[in-house]
């Protein structure tokens, strides 16, 4: 009984010492190409948003007394946020900056929003929530269900569906459906393009589909296999296709931005 009670105690012993002696398993880091990136930051890394948005818009309007007039307005805005990965498979984060800049400076309405990755592998899902603070207008609250389809090592697919609410004097309902594929030419440079369609009220013969283009350049961190900073630029028509409307194409309304995420891994 001693020399089994013995030999017990020395293979606890042994046991405990290679457990505490072994490496610690690293957290995931978030991978270099965007194409690789999961649906969610990674545990303990923190993402710093910064863009500068341009809308433009003009109306062209005819009338027999005047003939064709056209309009034009042009807004500049300045947005800034930040997001965090509390686990591999949680992130949460904020729009803290919703400024308008031009042609009146304004505060606009910041959100907070949270995300949870349920499916991991080449085919990812998860959901989200986010909410609009009513700083200016009515409170918003937006439920999504995002879906990232990785095609091999340098491609992927991001879509989903998304209901809006806003709770103004009646109940306000977007449904909203965005495609986005993007793909890397190498591990720094990827390009892609976006469109989908929103559906205002659930009025489908108000659907619109949104069309636009995307390219960035991605600064590796230290090691090279991590990124510390992407710098982007996108060209959108945010209601490109409308069915419904008297003009079945709408190239009046465009958006040009610019802007940068910054990666730091706590």
Not at 70 to 82: D, E, F, I, M
Not at 173 to 185: D, G
Request: aromatic share 10%; proline share 6%.
């Amino acid at each position: 009984m001693k020399i089994t009670g013995g030999r017990c105690l020395v293979g606890a012993l042994v046991g405990a010492a290679l457990t505490f002696g072994a490496p610690a398993r690293a957290d995931e880091r978030l991978p270099l190409p965007l194409a690789r990136r999961p649906l969610t930051l990674t545990r303990n890394t923190l993402r710093i948003d910064g863009s500068l948005v341009i809308n433009r818009a003009s109306v062209t309007v005819t009338s027999p007394l005047v003939g064709s007039v056209t309009a034009s307005s042009t807004t500049v805005g300045l947005n800034g946020g930040a997001g965090y990965g509390i686990t591999d498979d949680l992130e949460a984060g904020a729009q803290v900056l919703p400024l308008v800049l031009s042609p009146d400076f304004a505060y606009g309405n910041p959100t907070v929003y949270g995300r949870f990755r349920f499916l991991r592998g080449d085919f990812e899902m998860g959901g989200e929530l986010s909410a609009v603070i009513p700083v200016r207008g009515s409170f918003g609250l937006n439920v999504g269900l995002p879906m990232l389809l990785h095609i091999g090592e340098v491609g992927r697919l991001d879509t989903g569906v998304a209901l809006g609410l806003v709770f103004g004097d009646s109940l306000g309902k977007t449904l909203a459906v965005p495609v986005a594929y993007s793909h890397n030419i190498n591990p720094n440079i990827f390009f892609g393009a976006r469109t989908g369609f929103v559906v205002p009220e659930f009025k489908f013969d108000a659907l619109t589909v949104p069309l636009g283009v995307f390219g960035g350049y991605t600064l590796a961190g230290a090691g090279g296999n991590t990124p510390a900073l992407d710098a982007f630029l996108g060209f959108d028509f945010p209601a490109f296709l409308t069915p419904g409307g008297a003009s079945a194409v709408n190239a009046n309304i465009f958006t040009i931005s610019a802007g940068i995420r910054y990666f730091l891994a706590l």
